[in-house]
């Protein structure tokens, strides 16, 4: 089990100081207590998947207690193939029995189930679409897996263009210390578990996003700070280890 949960939830804090009687607090705090023990939430992901480290982020963020539960991916299991039928993918979020995929959507939708702590995205209208959209460009420009698939010119190409793509997320993050400004959220959650492959970029293009992004770079050593993160993301070697493997499976070189 991960856990993360408050003492006492928000609902049961809301009865003890609305009720005037200690024996209706006694009556509805077990009522909610019975309701917060039978909320069954499985996460089935990968430990290298950013895609997977969103939800866990978003999760701990939120101080969510929950199941992980984890896929193989040379072997996946008969219940995520059940879950994510058309996919097959992780991460997919089981909240009591029902799935729950792809990561952005599980991270807004943990962000409106347990909306009564940490908001992921903000309140008002305009600058959440902007969120979104932000959130949707890391989604489809921030994968690298390239650079390490390539060599030669195709190699330097894919590294100019992740290095263009990360300028511009610098552009967007300016002076902020978050994306969402003084409060980390749904941008930050999406991007920061690419940081973990910083180093096998490093190591594969033979260059350094520090000196290229140094923006960037702060931006997601200011993020492993936070407990959700850096308890979160897993160690860079470890992830460099895995992409050797994948590589030579897939026979490259």
């Not at 939800?55 to 299991?77: G, H, P, T, W």
């Not at 599980?106 to 009564?116: A, Q």
């Not at 992004?213 to 700070?225: H, N, S």
């Amino acid at each position: 089990m991960t856990y993360g949960s408050n003492n006492i939830p928000p609902i049961e804090l809301f009865i003890i100081l609305v009720t005037p009687h200690p024996d209706q607090f006694i009556r509805f705090w077990c009522f909610s207590l019975t309701v917060a023990m039978s909320d069954e939430l499985v996460l089935l992901s990968m430990w290298p998947s950013p895609f997977g480290l969103r939800v866990q982020i978003a999760l701990a963020e939120k101080r969510v207690e929950y199941e992980y539960k984890e896929e193989d991916l040379f072997n996946k299991s008969s219940l995520l193939l059940t879950v994510n039928p058309v996919h097959k993918k992780v991460p997919v979020l089981i909240h009591n029995g029902k799935a729950i995929c792809e990561s952005l959507a599980i991270v807004e939708y943990i962000d409106e189930v347990w909306n009564d702590r940490s908001p992921l995205l903000p309140s008002d209208p305009c600058r959440r679409a902007e969120a979104r959209f932000w959130a949707d460009f890391v989604d489809k420009k921030a994968a690298s897996k390239k650079v390490w698939r390539s060599k030669g010119e195709d190699q330097e190409e894919a590294k100019r263009e992740l290095i263009e793509i990360f300028k511009v997320l610098e552009g967007e993050l300016g002076d902020k210390p978050y994306f969402g400004g003084d409060n980390f959220g749904l941008v930050d959650i999406a991007l920061v578990p690419f940081y973990s492959r910083f180093y096998t970029l490093d190591k594969f293009g033979n260059f350094s996003i520090e000196a290229e992004c140094p923006v960037l770079v702060a931006w997601a050593k200011r993020c492993m700070k936070r407990e959700s993160v850096f308890k979160s993301l897993p160690d860079s070697e470890k992830v460099y280890d895995f992409v050797l493997q994948v590589n030579k499976w897939f026979g490259i070189h």
